[in-house]
């Protein structure tokens, strides 16, 4: 079945059904949950229809957020409690873990990505993933390390029968803190300082869709070959992918005037799409749904130029 009322509620339920399972084992139900979720946005593209999948991520990420958000609240109603918990145990004993623990977190990350790529392109005889990133990319991923909701909820799953499990929740409170204050606060300016401008379409980004849209003007060539399509029909997909090549292609311009005028002149044209719209439904040329659905796929379209250029 392909249908977001059902398919939506089911990827809601799988989450438990990879977490109970294997706490009943005795291992981490939340790392499974991890791997979960990490092998079903793999497969998504195989699983999911297109249709189905634009509303799938729609409503994860308000889900995300509303969750994330609920374990901030809970981190904060009990951190006094773990305080009030930890018992004789000094300050400096707990300043110090903290500090030690919050270091190690960040400087494990930052030693991760400054080895690990180079060992797997040894491993794997491949200069790729040498060479994926300059310095500054690779610094920024492991300055951007900032624990969250996933270490949060891994800490407060630990069972109340555990003896630290008071310290256990401190050092995981006070590391999320820390790298939220210590790193989250100060990375703007460290992306400005490193050279990091507005986030857009990367130059491998613009080659992966040009290809895949040349990949599909050879595919209409040979199923031209092959079958007889009326001509009108064979020209008009074939126009469809080389005014998207070229789209790509203005988008491209390395100054970035010629994507700025694109975008320009997209936003002019698609407001008047709009206003024609609205005047058809105010007249009743067309109804509530086929405008909700002509205006979304307009919406679709608008927020594809939100995008700025790198």
């Known amino acids: 079945m392909h249908d977001a009322e059902i398919e939506i509620p089911i990827s809601l339920l799988t989450p438990y059904l990879a ?3 294997a706490e009943r084992m005795h291992v981490s139900g939340i790392l499974a949950t991890v791997a979960c979720g990490v092998y079903l946005g793999w497969r998504s593209d195989g699983i999911f229809r297109p249709e189905v999948r634009l509303q799938s ?4 990420d308000v889900l995300t957020f509303v969750l994330s958000s609920v374990l901030f609240v809970l981190l904060g109603t009990q951190f006094r409690v773990v305080l009030n918990g930890l018992g004789d145990v000094s300050s400096w004993t707990l300043t110090r873990d903290a500090l ?6 960040a400087a494990v990350r930052f030693v991760w990505m400054f080895t690990v790529p180079h060992l797997v392109a040894v491993l794997g005889r491949s200069r790729d993933w040498a060479e994926l990133d300059p310095w500054q990319d690779r610094f920024v991923l492991g300055w951007s390390g900032m624990r969250g909701a996933l270490s949060l909820a891994a800490a407060l799953s630990i069972p109340a029968s555990v003896a630290a499990r008071d310290e256990i929740l401190f050092l995981t409170f006070t590391t999320i803190l820390a790298t939220m204050v210590v790193l989250g606060i100060p990375l703007p300016w460290l992306l400005e300082r490193l050279g990091f401008g507005p986030v857009g ?3 491998a980004e613009l080659d992966a869709r040009r290809a895949v849209a040349e990949a599909a003007l050879r595919r209409l060539d040979e199923l031209d070959r092959q079958e007889s399509f009326p001509p009108e029909l064979v020209q008009s997909l074939r126009q469809l992918y080389q005014s998207r090549i070229g789209r790509l292609e203005a988008r491209s311009d390395g100054d970035g005037v010629g994507t700025e005028r694109y975008r320009r002149l997209r936003r002019e044209l698609l407001a008047a799409e709009r206003a024609e719209l609205r005047r058809r439904e105010r007249d009743g040329a067309v109804g509530f749904s086929t405008a909700r659905r002509i205006e979304r796929q307009l919406d679709h379209e608008e927020s594809s130029l939100l995008i700025s250029p790198r």
Do not use: K, R, T
């Open 201 to 203: 379409l990367s130059s």
């Open 57 to 60: 991520i729609a409503f994860w």
């Open 19 to 21: 977490y109970i399972p």
């Open 100 to 105: 030690l623990v919050f270091g190690v977190v």
